[in-house]
């Protein structure tokens, strides 16, 4: 028997065990079964290769898994408000609900806030004129376009030009400072409006409940003045790098109170960092849902890290901030790996920065040349612009200066190769050091080495051990070769693609500090 | 009274599965705490023999159902529901393995490794020697170790296949549907992994 005729007889008996042959073919195989000996041969060592695998023993799964899924599900249910097909609305529509009651609430609120002003401060006379304006803006609550201008008129008159001319940019780019400036006016109303009502969530299982919604303050002078600001804010086109670095007083103001973000589109990088950095609590868990719904609705391609990166308790402590709590200065964890086009990490960064409570730093590492050691400028220049600000080009210049330099320290490595701002005094070791060598993205090492971007001698410190088994072969991290391109494997050395899509890492971390109530 | 023969299981299940998907579908997540009560075994085998570890199938298995959920509105009912909760579970244990393939780490212990290789070893030694005693031939629970890293030698693609047919027993028709390929391409794959899980497993075939 040839070996393309053993090869054909393989994999028919090979189907034959599993019974998938038509009537024809079985009949055929067995006459030749009955008259080979070799082909008898094959059938007993394919049978009993099929039943030592299919002997496996099957495994429980963990007690905890059951309810670990169903407590995300109670949390992903209540966060996705429900009627027919739900599941798959996406989160614009839902922020779009919310944006016609915000606008709503909005009006209520200035309403109550000109008749507390009117009341308190203005004396006699006005409380008529203010209840009828009041009425007035209710009864066009419908039309919040045209109230949102009436109430930047009342009450902080703004550049009607400008908002109108903004009033056609995409929708992503407003309503996120409305939403989130006037978020605690309208939570009670957005809780449970009729064409939103939170879904029923029977869960047969002993899944703890989701943290207590957080109280809604009662509405204080100024609130007027607030909602008028975020109005005009939602109205503003979508600040640039350069814009965003020259913001208003008001404006800078407003975004450090109400967390204002608008994330910068990364271009020309091959991989990004997205550094999602949340309060405590709801924020966090809130967070990693919407990302995790984004994701599905994106349809990218997840690669999820190991569960080893996540810290003991996996992502089941996620949702409760808990396993992300980590110090401002310190990196997040990995919670995701995926590659998208930087369209969609735009959008991605978005959503996610929707959240109230919730900060997304998007940094490009990689460039769109893999030598950009040799043109440090240029990588700058890439990396400034998209960390937008002074801040983010500071990062970005600091990160240049470590991917020109040996990564002495693990900790060094992970952050260049994740491509995460380092401070100044990095050098300094770290808690994080420790955990480095298990976060620290061997792929991106490698590719790092291939192209060569890491220079030799300028190392200070010893190494840590990294996890990469290559380099621990003998090789001294601190001297890192160049030549250990060489002894990489021939798919281990090819740098990710370029352009079409970035290989993205997204960082969580908590900072735990309580919502402000 | 006798109990009434219950109705072929996969009918049971079929109808079952359509209307809690239904039910998930219109928001109702305790419908799919049923399906995930249901299908949770079975997606963590999937999960623990392509992946390898359990702490890895515990978070992959989660990731799927998560994964799921969130896009079970988009499910319309062209496969059965689990023919469709196996292709995610099974795209998001394959991307995972491409990844740790990629990373190459050795993250928990230095000599863990080393370990487990001396180990694999010595059970193929002693699983191969003629002169083994009864008492010195392999116990199952040796040969299921020896079984299952010998799956995980296997690429992605090949590994799975033999886990949806020699684990989950799916037909050839289901696994083409879980990995979108013809069942021409699953026959050619499993009888390409058998081969080379035959020659990996030599040393325990000789003594069956």
């Known amino acids: 028997m040839?070996?393309?005729?053993?090869?054909?007889?393989?994999?028919?008996?090979?189907?034959?065990?599993?019974?998938?042959?038509?009537?024809?073919?079985?009949?055929?195989?067995?006459?030749?079964?009955?008259?080979?000996?070799?082909?008898?041969?094959?059938?007993?060592?394919?049978?009993?290769?099929?039943?030592?695998?299919?002997?496996?023993?099957?495994?429980?799964?963990?007690?905890?898994?059951?309810?670990?899924?169903?407590?995300?599900?109670?949390?992903?249910?209540?966060?996705?408000?429900?009627?027919?097909?739900?599941?798959?609305?996406?989160?614009?529509?839902?922020?779009?609900?919310?944006?016609?009651?915000?606008?709503?609430?909005?009006?209520?609120?200035?309403?109550?806030?000109?008749?507390?002003?009117?009341?308190?401060?203005?004396?006699?006379?006005?409380?008529?004129?203010?209840?009828?304006?009041?009425?007035?803006?209710?009864?066009?609550?419908?039309?919040?376009?045209?109230?949102?201008?009436?109430?930047?008129?009342?009450?902080?008159?703004?550049?009607?030009?400008?908002?109108?001319?903004?009033?056609?940019?995409?929708?992503?780019?407003?309503?996120?400072?409305?939403?989130?400036?006037?978020?605690?006016?309208?939570?009670?109303?957005?809780?449970?409006?009729?064409?939103?009502?939170?879904?029923?969530?029977?869960?047969?299982?002993?899944?703890?409940?989701?943290?207590?919604?957080?109280?809604?303050?009662?509405?204080?002078?100024?609130?007027?003045?607030?909602?008028?600001?975020?109005?005009?804010?939602?109205?503003?086109?979508?600040?640039?790098?350069?814009?965003?670095?020259?913001?208003?007083?008001?404006?800078a103001k407003l975004s450090e109170a109400i967390g204002d973000r608008v994330v910068p589109l990364p271009t020309q990088a091959q991989q990004v960092t997205m550094l999602v950095t949340a309060q405590r609590g709801k924020p966090v868990w809130q967070a990693s849902l919407e990302l995790s719904q984004a994701l599905a609705e994106e349809g990218v391609t997840l690669l999820p890290v190991a569960s080893s990166d996540r810290g003991a308790g996996g992502r089941a402590q996620l949702y409760y901030g808990a396993g992300y709590e980590v110090k401002a200065d310190q990196p997040g964890l990995p919670l995701y790996r995926f590659r998208a086009s930087p369209e969609q990490v735009a959008r991605l960064s978005n959503r996610v920065a929707s959240v109230r409570g919730v900060q997304v730093d998007v940094q490009g590492t990689g460039g769109e040349t893999s030598d950009f050691a040799a043109d440090t400028e240029a990588e700058e220049s890439v990396l400034g612009r998209q960390g937008g600000g002074a801040p983010a080009g500071q990062q970005a210049r600091q990160t240049v200066e470590l991917s020109k330099g040996v990564p002495a320290r693990s900790a060094d490595v992970e952050g260049v190769a994740l491509g995460m701002p380092l401070d100044a005094d990095s050098n300094v070791p770290t808690e994080a050091d420790e955990a480095a060598p298990r976060r620290a993205g061997g792929q991106h090492l490698k590719r790092r080495f291939a192209a060569g971007t890491f220079e030799t001698g300028t190392a200070t410190t010893q190494p840590a051990p990294v996890a990469h088994r290559e380099l621990t072969r003998g090789q001294d991290v601190a001297g890192v070769p160049v030549e250990m391109a060489e002894k990489l494997g021939a798919a281990d050395t090819q740098p990710s693609q370029v352009a079409a899509e970035v290989e993205v890492t997204v960082l969580i971390r908590s900072l735990g500090q309580q919502r402000e109530r | 009274m006798s109990e009434p023969e219950a109705s072929p299981a996969v009918t049971a299940v079929s109808f079952d599965d359509l209307s809690l998907v239904r039910q998930a579908q219109a928001g109702d997540a305790g419908a799919f705490a049923q399906l995930v009560a249901k299908y949770q075994g079975r997606v963590y085998n999937v999960c623990l023999r392509i992946s390898g570890h359990p702490e890895d199938a515990r978070d992959l298995t989660q990731e799927a159902f998560l994964r799921a959920y969130a896009s079970i509105g988009g499910f319309r009912h062209r496969s059965s529901f689990y023919t469709w909760l196996f292709r995610i579970a099974t795209n998001v244990a394959i991307s995972h393995q491409r990844q740790v393939r990629r990373t190459v780490t050795l993250p928990f212990d230095p000599g863990e490794e080393a370990q487990l290789g001396r180990q694999a070893r010595g059970l193929t030694q002693k699983a191969g020697n003629p002169s083994s005693g009864p008492s010195e031939r392999l116990s199952r629970r040796e040969a299921d170790q020896l079984v299952a890293a010998a799956l995980l030698e296997l690429d992605e693609q090949h590994r799975a296949v033999v886990v949806l047919r020699d684990v989950e027993g799916l037909d050839y028709q289901q696994i083409a549907d879980v990995l979108e390929v013809a069942t021409g391409t699953v026959k050619s794959r499993l009888h390409r992994a058998r081969k080379m899980l035959r020659e990996r497993l030599s040393p325990l075939l000789e003594i069956e």
Not at chain 1, 17 to 42: I, P
Not at chain 1, 106 to 115: E, Q, S
Not at chain 1, 124 to 138: D, T
Not at chain 1, 142 to 159: F, I, K
């Open chain 1, 2 to 251: 040839d070996p393309q005729q053993r090869e054909k007889l393989e994999e028919q008996i090979s189907a034959y065990l599993d019974g998938e042959l038509s009537e024809k073919e079985a009949a055929e195989l067995e006459r030749l079964l009955a008259d080979s000996g070799e082909a008898r041969q094959v059938l007993g060592e394919f049978e009993r290769t099929v039943s030592l695998v299919r002997g496996l023993p099957r495994q429980q799964p963990p007690d905890d898994l059951y309810e670990a899924v169903t407590s995300q599900l109670e949390r992903a249910a209540l966060l996705e408000p429900t009627d027919a097909g739900a599941p798959a609305r996406s989160a614009l529509d839902r922020w779009g609900r919310l944006r016609r009651f915000a606008s709503v609430a909005a009006v209520l609120v200035a309403a109550v806030g000109i008749g507390y002003l009117t009341i308190t401060g203005n004396g006699k006379g006005q409380r008529g004129p203010a209840k009828q304006e009041a009425e007035l803006q209710l009864a066009e609550a419908d039309r919040s376009e045209e109230v949102g201008r009436q109430m930047q008129v009342a009450a902080a008159p703004a550049d009607r030009s400008e908002a109108d001319a903004a009033s056609d940019r995409p929708v992503r780019a407003r309503g996120i400072a409305l939403e989130q400036s006037v978020s605690k006016e309208v939570e009670a109303l957005a809780a449970a409006p009729p064409e939103t009502a939170t879904p029923q969530v029977q869960l047969p299982s002993k899944a703890p409940p989701p943290p207590a919604r957080q109280p809604v303050p009662k509405p204080v002078s100024g609130v007027v003045e607030r909602v008028a600001s975020a109005l005009q804010s939602a109205r503003r086109p979508a600040a640039s790098a350069v814009e965003r670095g020259t913001k208003t007083a008001d404006a």
